[in-house]
């Protein structure tokens, strides 16, 4: 037999093996589900009901023990065979073919939403003189509810009035805060007043309200407001006159220079001109006009050359101009420098959207989400610092953020929490304590599930900090490669 013959139909008898062992696993795929369908408790299986099974199970598997068993079966007779016994060693026997896949996949989690608000905050500032703000509390659930507002003062300001029997705090640092206890009837609102005295007159001033549970750990709802000063007429400004301008002084200089060369290199040139005529003028001498018996030799013409200017001349240009655009580029060059941020985060690369900082209270927007910091609380060292998380360790506190989500977006975003971080002096920093977060939220995870498309959550962050100072800085982003927000801590 030729050899390649041979090879031939050893690589047929191969392929048609392969064949074979994968159409086996196939063939049983009855008996299984035949074994495993559930019987009547009562029926109890007979001889001869058993015979038929055993004599229509060697065709589904020729390699497997099953006729011994179906052998054994027949051969004793009575009651005490049954058949679940036979239905056990068959499903252990014999091999399960492989699961298909799924037609369609399997779907993705559920959008998490904001649960339903029992009680409703509204922040207003009033068109005044000196800072002032309307706070409207709405109980829109159909019980009574107990419930602590706090509304966080910006730095450097103190209270002047305060209605409604609420009292000035320090809510720690250099912040301060006012408290009031409501207990607000089903479907009824309050209305709350504040007025402040701000140490720069005229600055814009940010106060955020929020409402807590009868303890003042787990918020309600929160909600800020800027007021602004009454917009006084813009002083106009005058732009400087040309001649005081750094540009136009140098481009005038230059242009001097330039003209001042010009009107020298002229009257050069035609002081040259006189003396050649005078010179030729002279030329003839006394007997210039007596006549000679000999004639006189051609005066040969003078070769004229082209005259260029001087070198002095080009030089002074060159340096004058060489003034100008050097003064020119390093003025602009310098407006452009006193422009830029150093604060500023990268936005470029890697990063999505545009980083942006601000204080409490003043919501700060990145590539998915609306962040707003309303109010920053920190423990003394060793306890959960207002949480249910248990004491923290004992060198350290827990600080909980009030932090309002936004999702602006037209789908579903998720979250973690840690790319939540808190920023310490000497740029050290923590992530979210998250087993402390999710006990500040009554056991709700609230990383689990991605936010909805438009909906927005106000939730406590738990960061466990080290030492006596308190967090100067929080770093939220809802993605990895996102910029991000700042909030600045008073």
Request: net charge positive; with cysteine; glycine share 10%.
């Amino acid at each position: 037999m030729p050899a390649s013959t041979r090879h031939h139909r050893a690589l047929a008898v191969f392929v048609h093996c392969l064949g074979i062992l994968a159409a086996v696993p196939a063939l049983p795929a009855a008996a299984p589900e035949a074994a495993a369908t559930p019987r009547p408790p009562a029926a109890t299986p007979q001889p001869t009901a058993a015979a038929p099974r055993s004599t229509a199970a060697p065709p589904a598997g020729p390699a497997t023990p099953r006729p011994s068993v179906a052998a054994s079966t027949t051969g004793t007779p009575g009651p005490a065979v049954t058949r679940p016994p036979v239905a056990m060693v068959a499903r252990v026997t014999e091999p399960t073919p492989p699961s298909a896949p799924p037609a369609m996949a399997p779907p993705s989690r559920a959008p998490a939403s904001a649960p339903p608000q029992q009680v409703t905050v509204a922040v207003a500032p009033e068109n005044s003189p000196a800072p002032r703000y309307r706070i409207q509390v709405r109980n829109v659930g159909n019980a009574p509810v107990e419930t602590t507002v706090r509304q966080e003062l910006p730095p450097g300001s103190s209270p002047t009035a305060i209605s409604g029997g609420g009292r000035s705090t320090r809510a720690g640092g250099s912040a301060t805060e006012v408290t009031w206890r409501l207990r607000l009837p089903a479907h009824s609102s309050t209305t709350l007043g504040t007025a402040l005295a701000a140490t720069a007159p005229g600055q814009p001033l940010t106060a955020p309200a929020c409402a807590f549970t009868s303890d003042g750990t787990r918020p309600y709802d929160c909600a800020t407001a800027t007021w602004k000063a009454a917009a006084a007429p813009a002083a106009e400004v005058t732009e400087a006159p040309p001649w005081r301008r750094y540009p136009v002084l140098l481009a005038g200089l230059a242009v001097l220079l330039l003209i001042s060369a010009a009107v020298v290199w002229v009257w050069r040139r035609r002081r040259g001109r006189r003396v050649t005529a005078a010179a030729l003028a002279d030329g003839g001498g006394p007997g210039a006009g007596r006549g000679t018996i000999y004639p006189r030799p051609a005066t040969p013409k003078p070769t004229r050359r082209r005259r260029t200017p001087p070198v002095w001349l080009l030089v002074g240009a060159a340096v004058a101009v060489l003034a100008g655009v050097v003064g020119t580029a390093g003025w602009t060059a310098t407006r452009q420098v006193s422009q830029i941020d150093t604060q500023k985060q990268p936005t470029s690369g890697a990063w999505m959207g545009t980083g942006v900082a601000g204080p409490v209270g003043v919501p700060l927007r990145e590539s998915a989400f609306e962040f707003t910091v309303y109010r920053m609380a920190c423990g003394a060292p060793g306890s959960a610092g207002g949480t249910d998380g248990g004491a923290a360790p004992a060198n350290g506190r827990r600080c909980q953020a009030t932090v309002g989500v936004r999702n602006v977006t037209g789908d579903h975003q998720p979250w973690h929490g840690q790319l939540q971080r808190a920023y310490l002096p000497g740029g050290r920093w923590v992530s979210t304590d998250e087993p402390a977060t999710r006990a500040a939220n009554l056991g709700r995870d609230v990383f689990a599930d991605p936010m909805a498309a438009g909906t927005r959550m106000v939730l406590p962050l738990v960061f466990t900090v080290d030492g006596r100072d308190p967090p100067q800085q929080l770093e939220l982003r809802s993605g990895v490669f996102s910029a991000g927000v700042r909030v600045q801590m008073p």
